[in-house]
């Protein structure tokens, strides 16, 4: 839809507050349409190429021509992004977020305070691609000549391919930021059906052509780099045209649904149906089904609707040996090992992801934030684990460490009125001084609720009691509420981060109960000590924050960023350190992933994960499917 | 292990540091003025404070204690709720209590003895400075060597002073038994340990949670004495490693972001325990810990025992020391809390830390003029030192030529400056007269008479023996600096060979036969074995080639030094191996092998034919029996009360033989470590 609006306003007006319904939550009940149950065939299939979409594009987010609305070296929409106005004070441009337009007068101050950042030392990136400086691409010419015959569109135009040559890694945006490109694909193209990525992968296969399936290009694990010891032409398969909810079947309950079609789009046309997949991870504006299938994602409402693999009902993948996909639709199967859990998290080594059926859920009645402010992380840590013990955690509920805390006190917008500025005083009053909270060590749980109306307030009142136990005391629902909101703007402030010499990412893991406090406290000093020791002159920022928690154990998210003026190689320093808490991670017990996937970045530990005869396994599935490996993109093995 | 040279380079930076008296500023402010200072030592950054009362529930609740309960009850057949009772007591027993009152209080008291007693206590500021900022970072270990009871009290004293937060500190069980004085020790922070645990199971666990509680919370250090004992030599004793597995186990297991290890060196001039501890080596048993006994040995508060150093060495990173040396995901797979015996991995590591401590408190340690002189007088004959007296300027002389020596081999000493050297030598004798006194120019040993009555030729003995056991004690606390060279020197003397590999098999050999007796690192040899070819070569005495190692013009004077510095060893050694093989049975008790040497070494030393006496000491005839075993030439076989061991004679002459050098050396399989 933004693409297809040619700047006008009142749609555009539109389209954000569409939008902040979504992200914000769905606070009306939902109104009663008349759910559409239906099938669309694959237009391009056997016509003429389906140029630009009358039918398809209507109310998609994701254009072909990714650049026309999304920044190439950078995070989200070419619109929306941090910056200091000439007064110093820091905005958020654009009108797509709730944040959009705001001034935020924090946030000079804590990334001057956190980071020893300033505002006189700025780093510009290079504003645009110098096409020049891509590689020319390397064609297969029988293969091209081939596609063209079945007029699936594709393209090998610079901008194009530069895209698709990375994700979201801190390395990548960097060298972008610098102009340096390194290898990028030689071509793209955008099939519109599962039939169009049938035919082309029997055409790599036929030309021994090197195929990577791209879908949200939100990835952080370097899956979508090209391997540079790749000599053959290296085509991007970009599922984003395929972004159809072909059914939905209420009697079930299950939606059959084009595994291109970004979060955004499926939830806001489920919606409409009045339905929801409740399936939000955090990069849901941009990631793709197909892209959750390929890396085993999770969503931030898991504990309603559990993660990808639970969501699931059937999978179609296209690989060289012909198409994988069960014969039925049972909601649980014992036939041998779940053939889905080769396709979930092979990161796009075996095949194209090309259609999901997935399970849908009628839109919650109601849903409430809410948060909770605890004297210490010990103390709000074993609140959430004996939440989970209860098992009654709410739709979502998240702990955040002091300094996350701090961050989040950063990023309030400037308030309005006197009033609330008034109130804020007092609630600060009464948790330090009444309380006697230390503002150095105090941290915050969001919680979202949903469901009924009268389970809600009833599950509140549980966690919250659970709470008070624990010494945590409610802090509101606008509190909760900005946590939530601030999830999806937060990659947008790494931009920002770099233009002032500070570079940072989040990575994540899971761990058991029992040890979640001291991979906490060891991951953070890690970095603080390997910072030192790589010659970081300023002290860093090392957060974490426990997403999500489950029968066993929780997710850990860490948050690491620092100023890099002083170091030569800032890039190097960054990814010894990312390297050495990813071991320190290890050593206490936790995962390597719990839904970034593993990719090229962390590869190398894959084996003391799964254990040799586990890599063999693998192996042999990878050997079986694609002999050639032409689905080359190197991740996971 | 290229690491430990690293970490032992850090170390040997702090050389020549400023040692400042902490007596001197504070003799003439009130003592009670002192007790009531303002305490206020930095807080630690990981966790609040924690009472003692917090300390025992956390371990008497905590999942490990309460498996362990189980596991007890089932295999006893007792009641849970029985065991847990029992866990209660021992727990009981044990605790510390730190109060500040009472630190306060141990302040004030040890203030008055230590003014009297001591001239000086000199204690090395950036030390103190350095731990001070690692208190407040992760857990430390305080790690002091233990030569006196004064050690007990000296670290605390010192961190009250100079605001760190007081240790809590393990010691043996025996000082809780004292009336009042106890219980003042363990409201000073003392915990008591029990001392022959054997295979309590019980008293194990709740031990080793109590000490690995005391670490996670990190709320105050931890004191212990790696050595395990006071040192009745005044040798470092090679180290107890149940403790130090115990405090790395919360680091192994990413419960603490790391352990720092912080040797401490204390130094005397004079040790107060001097000639008990040399009684007891001569088999007069030690008197009990009693208050009463304490009151009676006040009399040796009447005496100036010199000066103290405490040197504070610097803090050492368990987690960068155990780098690439412990693979910590080897805990992932089972619950932390589960009891588990630590593996042979983390055994080791535990073992290697352990002897690096204790060579870092050697390094430490400052050497007195008092030491080199012992090692001057004991090589004199006893009839001369006994009859006719040393002259003194002899005395002065070769004191002085050793103290070059010592300081070729990097000793520290504590060599007065600006003093004239005739004056340091008097006044040094002058504090030891217990030993040596000095009449007519010239020196001769002191024999305690006071009851003017004849002796016998054995109560004769008996005198001299205290009294040359006494200098010898005193000649070990300088030993560690020339353990390594003059291991080499006997290696050169014994094999009669140039080739460093020959002589660097001997030198293993005699490192893994002597190794109760001086403290190396495991699996280090080689690298000790160069330091000692690069000590030599640095003090001209001998010349080190790629293959080979020949000794210079100038080499024999400090070669025979050397080795007649070790002479005492050889020749107990022998000894007490000639004893074994002309027994005839092949099995003995170790009280009737004790007293069996004694008897024949008494004997030999009447008739001129030994010329030690130490191997009269206890100490060292249970080191043989220990080297023995670890041999293999010697075998326990019950571990009842009377120790009972069998003797493999050929083993026990082959040994001997190979120490003389009358046969070629074969290469010795020591038995693995049982110490643990």
Redesign the interface.
């Known amino acids: 839809m933004a693409s297809n609006s040619s700047g006008d306003e009142s749609t555009r007006h539109q389209t954000a507050r569409h939008r902040l319904s979504v992200i914000a939550g769905h606070l009306q009940r939902p109104t009663d349409r008349n759910a559409a149950l239906l099938a669309v065939d694959c237009k391009a299939q056997g016509s003429k190429p389906n140029v630009n979409t009358s039918d398809r594009g209507e109310g998609r987010t994701v254009p072909r021509r990714r650049q026309e609305i999304m920044k190439w070296n950078g995070w989200g929409y070419s619109d929306s992004r941090f910056l200091f106005n000439k007064k110093g004070q820091a905005e958020f441009t654009g009108n797509r977020y709730r944040l959009s337009g705001m001034i935020i007068p924090g946030l000079k101050d804590w990334m001057e305070g956190t980071f020893g950042a300033n505002l006189q030392h700025k780093t510009q990136a290079t504003p645009v691609l110098n096409t020049s400086a891509v590689q020319p691409p390397t064609l297969n010419e029988a293969f091209v000549e081939e596609l063209k015959s079945t007029g699936i569109p594709f393209s090998h135009e610079a901008e194009d391919r530069v895209f698709r040559a990375h994700g979201h890694c801190l390395h990548e945006i960097f060298a972008l930021r610098e102009g340096k490109i390194g290898r990028v694909p030689d071509m793209v193209v955008w099939p519109n059906c599962h039939n169009n990525v049938v035919k082309i992968v029997e055409l790599a296969c036929k030309h021994n052509v090197c195929l990577i399936p791209y879908g949200g290009g939100t990835s952080v694990s370097s899956a979508l780099e090209c391997p540079p010891e790749e000599t053959r032409s290296i085509v991007s398969l970009d599922t984003s045209q395929m972004n159809r909810i072909l059914w939905i079947d209420e009697k079930n309950l299950t939606a059959h649904v084009e595994s291109g079609i970004v979060g955004q789009d499926l939830e806001r046309l489920l919606n409409e149906s009045g339905y929801c997949t409740g399936h939000e991870p955090d990069s849901m504006e941009f990631s793709s089904l197909g892209g959750w299938v390929a890396t085993r994602a999770s969503g931030m409402k898991k504990n309603i609707y559990g993660n990808i693999e639970d969501l699931v009902v059937h999978i179609k993948m296209v690989t060289p040996r012909g198409v994988i996909e069960k014969s039925c639709q049972g909601p649980r199967m014992s036939t041998g090992p779940d053939i889905h859990h080769f396709i979930l998290g092979s990161e796009g080594t075996l095949g194209v992801v090309t259609e999901v059926t997935i399970k849908i859920r009628p839109m919650p009645e109601y849903q409430k934030y809410g948060s909770v402010v605890f004297p210490n992380f010990e103390q709000g840590v074993a609140c959430l684990r004996e939440v989970a013990r209860q098992r009654c955690a709410p739709a979502s509920i998240r702990l955040m460490d002091n300094e996350q805390f701090k961050f989040g006190h950063a990023l309030k917008p400037q308030i309005s009125s006197i009033f609330t500025s008034f109130l804020d005083g007092l609630k600060k009053f009464y948790i330090t001084k009444f309380k006697g909270f230390d503002p150095n060590r105090l941290c915050v749980a969001t919680l979202l609720f949903e469901g009924p109306r009268e389970k809600v307030l009833q599950h509140e009142k549980q966690v919250y009691d659970i709470a008070a136990k624990f010494g945590g005391l409610a802090a509101g629902e606008d509190n909760g509420q900005r946590g939530y909101m601030l999830t999806f703007v937060i990659a947008y402030l790494r931009d920002l981060g770099m233009d002032y010499y500070v570079i940072g990412e989040s990575f994540e893991t899971s761990v058991p109960w029992d040890r979640v406090l001291d991979i906490c406290r060891n991951v953070k000093a890690r970095i603080v000590r390997e910072c030192k020791d790589k010659g970081v002159q300023f002290p860093p920022l090392s957060t974490c924050r426990v997403t999500q928690t489950y029968d066993a154990g929780a997710c850990v998210y860490f948050y690491f960023a620092f100023n890099y003026r002083g170091l030569s190689d800032p890039v190097h320093v960054y990814e010894q350190v990312e390297h050495a808490a990813r071991e320190e991670i290890l050593a206490n017990g936790g995962s390597l992933s719990h839904h970034h996937g593993v990719g090229k970045l962390r590869k190398e530990w894959m084996r003391e994960t799964v254990s040799n005869v586990g890599v063999g396994m693998l192996k042999s599935v990878k050997d079986y499917v694609d002999p050639n490996n032409i689905f080359g993109n190197r991740n996971l093995l | 292990m290229a690491n430990t040279y690293r970490v032992l380079d850090k170390v040997r930076l702090q050389d020549e540091e400023e040692f400042v008296d902490i007596l001197e500023d504070k003799r003439y402010c009130s003592d009670l003025r002192f007790a009531f200072r303002t305490f206020s030592p930095p807080p630690y950054k990981?966790a609040p404070a924690c009472s003692s009362d917090e300390l025992n529930q956390a371990v008497l609740e905590s999942q490990y204690l309460r498996y362990v309960i189980k596991e007890v009850a089932l295999e006893t057949g007792s009641s849970v709720e029985e065991v847990r009772d029992e866990a209660c007591g021992i727990m009981w027993e044990m605790s510390q209590n730190l109060q500040l009152r009472f630190i306060r209080l141990l302040g004030f008291a040890v203030r008055k003895v230590f003014k009297r007693i001591f001239s000086a206590i000199y204690v090395n500021m950036e030390g103190l400075q350095v731990l001070q900022q690692a208190t407040q970072e992760c857990p430390v270990i305080l790690m002091p060597n233990h030569r006196s009871y004064i050690d007990f009290l000296v670290v605390s004293y010192i961190l009250f002073n100079y605001d760190i937060p007081v240790p809590v500190i393990a010691a043996g069980i025996p000082l809780a038994g004292m009336k009042i004085v106890g219980e003042i020790l363990r409201r000073s922070g003392a915990f008591f340990i029990r001392r022959a645990i054997g295979s309590d199971k019980l008293y194990w666990a709740v031990l080793s949670e109590y000490v690995r509680t005391i670490v996670r919370k990190g709320f105050a250090p931890l004191e212990f004495f790696v050595e395990g004992l006071r040192s009745r030599t005044l040798k470092s004793l090679p180290p107890k490693l149940g403790m130090m597995n115990m405090i790395l186990e919360p680091f192994f297991k990413?419960?603490v972001?790391?352990v720092t290890l912080l040797p401490i060196s204390i130094s005397y001039d004079r040790v107060l325990e001097e000639s008990l501890l040399a009684h007891e080596l001569l088999g007069v048993p030690k008197p009990r810990e009693s208050t009463a006994g304490l009151l009676k040995a006040s009399r040796v508060l009447q005496e100036n025992y010199g000066c103290m150093h405490v040197n504070f060495g610097r803090p050492l990173s368990v987690r960068r020391l155990c780098e690439g040396k412990i693979n910590?995901?080897q805990?992932?797979l089972t619950?932390?809390?589960l009891p588990q015996k630590p593996n042979a991995e983390a055994q080791a590591c535990g073992s290697w830390l352990a002897h690096m401590i204790v060579r870092l408190q050697e390094e430490g340690a400052l050497t007195s003029p008092w030491s080199l002189m012992a090692c001057v007088l004991l090589q004199v004959p006893t009839a001369v030192l006994t009859e006719e007296g040393l002259l003194f300027h002899q005395l002065t002389e070769q004191t002085l030529w050793l103290r070059k020596l010592a300081l070729d081999f990097r000793a520290h000493l504590n060599w007065p400056e600006k003093v004239p050297d005739s004056d340091v030598m008097s006044s040094t004798m002058a504090l030891h007269r217990s030993v040596v006194y000095r009449k007519a120019g010239r020196v001769y040993l002191t024999r305690n008479d006071e009851l003017e009555r004849k002796h016998s030729i054995e109560e004769d003995m008996m005198r001299t023996a205290a009294a040359l056991l006494m200098l010898a004690s005193y000649r070990n606390q300088c030993l560690h600096v020339f353990v390594r060279p003059a291991l080499l020197a006997l290696a050169m003397s014994i094999t009669k060979s140039t080739k460093k590999d020959e002589l660097l098999t001997c030198f293993c050999f005699l490192q893994e036969l002597f190794s109760n007796e001086f403290v190396f690192i495991p699996g280090q040899s080689s690298q000790d074995f160069e330091e000692a070819c690069s000590l030599l070569h640095k003090c001209k005495a001998v010349h080190v080639g790629q293959w080979e190692v020949t000794d210079s013009d100038t080499g024999p004077e400090v070669l025979s030094f050397l080795q007649e510095l070790l002479k005492p060893f050889i020749e107990s050694y022998q000894l007490m191996f000639r004893f074994l093989c002309e027994e005839r049975d092949c099995v003995f008790r170790e009280k009737d092998f004790l007293s069996g040497v004694r008897t024949l070494a008494t004997k030999l030393i009447v008739s001129g034919e030994l010329h030690t006496y130490e191997a009269l000491s206890s100490d060292m005839q249970k080191n043989v029996l220990s080297s023995l075993r670890r041999l293999g030439a010697v075998t326990k076989i019950t571990i009842s009360e009377n120790n009972e061991y069998k003797v493999n004679k050929s083993a026990v002459r082959r040994t001997g033989d190979m120490l003389a050098g009358r046969i070629p050396l074969q290469i010795v399989q020591a038995a693995p470590d049982a110490r643990l």
Do not use: S
């Open positions: 990981g990413g419960e972001y790391d910590r995901c805990y992932n619950p932390r809390d």
